[in-house]
Protein backbone atom coordinates (compact mmCIF):
# COMPACT_ATOMS: atom_id res chain seq x y z
CA UNK A 1 0.00 0.00 0.00
CA UNK A 2 2.23 3.17 -1.30
CA UNK A 3 0.41 6.96 -0.62
CA UNK A 4 -1.91 5.33 2.13
CA UNK A 5 -4.28 3.46 -1.11
CA UNK A 6 -4.96 -0.10 -2.11
CA UNK A 7 -3.25 -0.92 -5.26
CA UNK A 8 -5.96 -2.64 -8.13
CA UNK A 9 -3.89 -5.73 -7.54
CA UNK A 10 -3.96 -4.96 -3.42
CA UNK A 11 -8.01 -5.09 -3.75
CA UNK A 12 -8.42 -7.99 -6.06
CA UNK A 13 -6.55 -10.23 -3.47
CA UNK A 14 -8.49 -8.77 -0.67
CA UNK A 15 -11.72 -9.76 -2.94
CA UNK A 16 -10.26 -13.08 -3.76
CA UNK A 17 -9.84 -13.53 0.60
CA UNK A 18 -6.07 -13.51 0.43
CA UNK A 19 -4.22 -11.02 2.83
CA UNK A 20 -2.55 -8.76 1.66
CA UNK A 21 0.83 -7.80 3.42
CA UNK A 22 1.45 -4.34 4.50
CA UNK A 23 4.36 -2.99 3.62
CA UNK A 24 7.06 -2.80 6.48
CA UNK A 25 7.54 0.32 8.10
CA UNK A 26 11.09 2.15 8.92
CA UNK A 27 11.63 0.92 12.96
CA UNK A 28 9.86 3.53 14.91
CA UNK A 29 7.39 4.51 12.47
CA UNK A 30 3.93 5.09 14.00
CA UNK A 31 0.54 4.62 11.97
CA UNK A 32 -0.57 7.35 9.79
CA UNK A 33 -3.83 9.45 11.02
CA UNK A 34 -5.72 7.33 7.67
CA UNK A 35 -4.83 3.80 9.02
CA UNK A 36 -5.29 4.75 12.45
CA UNK A 37 -8.70 5.90 11.64
CA UNK A 38 -9.12 2.67 9.22
CA UNK A 39 -8.09 -0.13 12.05
CA UNK A 40 -10.50 1.92 14.65
CA UNK A 41 -13.36 1.93 12.41
CA UNK A 42 -12.98 -2.29 12.16
CA UNK A 43 -12.60 -2.36 15.64
CA UNK A 44 -15.75 -0.28 16.48
CA UNK A 45 -17.31 -2.46 14.01
CA UNK A 46 -16.04 -5.62 15.71
CA UNK A 47 -16.68 -4.49 19.52
CA UNK A 48 -20.08 -3.14 18.52
CA UNK A 49 -21.20 -6.59 17.17
CA UNK A 50 -19.81 -7.76 20.00
CA UNK A 51 -21.34 -5.79 22.89
CA UNK A 52 -24.95 -6.41 20.66
CA UNK A 53 -24.31 -10.52 21.09
CA UNK A 54 -23.02 -9.63 24.83
CA UNK A 55 -26.48 -7.72 25.74
CA UNK A 56 -28.41 -10.62 24.79
CA UNK A 57 -26.70 -12.96 26.47
CA UNK A 58 -26.48 -10.88 29.89
CA UNK A 59 -30.04 -9.46 29.12
CA UNK A 60 -28.42 -6.21 30.23
CA UNK A 61 -27.41 -2.92 28.52
CA UNK A 62 -23.87 -3.13 27.15
CA UNK A 63 -21.64 0.27 26.10
CA UNK A 64 -18.56 0.44 23.98
CA UNK A 65 -15.95 3.14 23.76
CA UNK A 66 -14.02 4.12 20.61
CA UNK A 67 -11.09 2.12 20.44
CA UNK A 68 -7.55 3.10 21.12
CA UNK A 69 -5.24 2.06 18.01
CA UNK A 70 -1.69 1.96 18.76
CA UNK A 71 1.38 -0.40 18.29
CA UNK A 72 3.17 -1.44 21.31
CA UNK A 73 4.57 -4.71 22.61
CA UNK A 74 3.44 -7.43 25.01
CA UNK A 75 5.48 -5.69 27.35
CA UNK A 76 4.05 -2.49 27.60
CA UNK A 77 1.04 -4.41 27.77
CA UNK A 78 1.81 -5.95 30.55
CA UNK A 79 2.94 -2.72 31.71
CA UNK A 80 -0.55 -1.00 31.47
CA UNK A 81 -2.82 -3.75 32.46
CA UNK A 82 -1.48 -5.48 35.36
CA UNK A 83 -2.81 -8.64 37.12
CA UNK A 84 -5.79 -9.58 37.44
CA UNK A 85 -6.68 -8.55 34.41
CA UNK A 86 -8.29 -10.87 32.06
CA UNK A 87 -6.58 -10.07 28.10
CA UNK A 88 -8.04 -11.73 25.03
CA UNK A 89 -6.43 -11.75 22.22
CA UNK A 90 -8.60 -12.05 18.88
CA UNK A 91 -5.90 -12.63 15.98
CA UNK A 92 -7.65 -11.89 11.79
CA UNK A 93 -8.24 -14.97 9.92
CA UNK A 94 -8.50 -13.39 6.38
CA UNK A 95 -7.44 -10.03 4.59
CA UNK A 96 -5.52 -8.70 7.71
CA UNK A 97 -2.25 -9.75 9.40
CA UNK A 98 -2.05 -8.89 13.15
CA UNK A 99 -4.60 -9.30 15.81
CA UNK A 100 -6.65 -7.56 18.31
CA UNK A 101 -6.25 -7.23 22.32
CA UNK A 102 -9.23 -6.68 24.57
CA UNK A 103 -8.62 -5.91 28.49
CA UNK A 104 -11.31 -7.02 30.79
CA UNK A 105 -10.59 -5.84 34.86
CA UNK A 106 -11.01 -8.99 36.85
CA UNK A 107 -14.44 -7.74 38.43
CA UNK A 108 -15.97 -7.20 35.20
CA UNK A 109 -14.79 -10.89 33.89
CA UNK A 110 -16.10 -12.16 37.14
CA UNK A 111 -19.72 -9.81 36.39
CA UNK A 112 -20.00 -11.10 32.92
CA UNK A 113 -19.24 -14.46 33.97
CA UNK A 114 -21.78 -14.83 36.55
CA UNK A 115 -24.46 -13.24 34.44
CA UNK A 116 -24.24 -15.56 31.67
CA UNK A 117 -24.42 -18.22 34.35
CA UNK A 118 -27.94 -16.56 35.00
CA UNK A 119 -26.81 -15.03 38.14
CA UNK A 120 -27.46 -11.63 39.67
CA UNK A 121 -24.42 -9.81 39.82
CA UNK A 122 -24.82 -8.11 42.20
CA UNK A 123 -22.46 -4.56 41.02
CA UNK A 124 -20.56 -2.16 43.12
CA UNK A 125 -19.85 1.09 41.71
CA UNK A 126 -16.38 1.55 41.95
CA UNK A 127 -14.92 5.15 42.08
Known amino acids: M ?5 SQEEIDALLRGEPVAASPSPAGQDLSDI ?3 ALGEIGN ?3 GTAAT ?7 RRVSITTPKV ?8 KRQYP ?5 IEVGYT ?12 EQDALIIADLMMGGM ?4 QQN
Open 2 to 6: SDGFL
Open 35 to 37: EKD
Open 45 to 47: ISM
Open 53 to 59: TLSVLLG
Open 70 to 77: SITSLNEI
Open 83 to 87: LPYLV
Open 94 to 105: QGLLGTNILAVR
Open 121 to 124: ALIR
